[in-house]
């Protein structure tokens, strides 16, 4: 079992800047495939960015490309995702999961495991 902790949300303006953290449990992090999503109420769970074991591969949904920037600290179990030039629509709840399938999770929800509870992310206009 993985336990996972976001941190770092809140309420921002347009154009401003989070930065959300995802820590976990085990300390066999390294072998997991992280990945970030997000959900807005009323609408379906979104794929925002995912990123490798090793942090060498990384996805960003077309809608967050240039603007938002996944990484890891695997001494830290920890994975960030830097978020730029927020818009009214970025409001949502964020999750980060794990995947223990793959080496890299990539955009589809069913290759993880692991979620966390989330982490609220309100962009005001």
């Known amino acids: 079992q993985v336990q996972l902790v976001e941190s770092g949300g809140g309420l921002v303006q347009a154009g401003g800047s989070l930065r959300l953290s995802c820590a976990a449990s085990r300390r066999t992090f390294s072998s997991y495939a992280m990945g970030w999503f997000r959900q807005a109420p009323g609408k379906e769970r979104e794929s925002v960015a995912a990123i490798s074991r090793s942090g060498g591969i990384q996805y960003y949904a077309d809608s967050v490309k240039g603007r938002f920037t996944i990484s890891r600290d695997n001494a830290k179990r920890t994975v960030y995702l830097q978020m730029n030039s927020l818009k009214p629509e970025d409001t949502a709840v964020y999750l980060c999961?794990?995947?223990?399938?793959?080496?890299?999770?990539?955009?589809?929800?069913?290759?993880?495991?692991?979620w966390g509870q989330g982490t609220q992310v309100t962009v005001s206009s």
């Open positions: 999961a794990a995947s223990t399938q793959d080496q890299y999770g990539g955009s589809r929800s069913s290759r993880y495991d692991y």
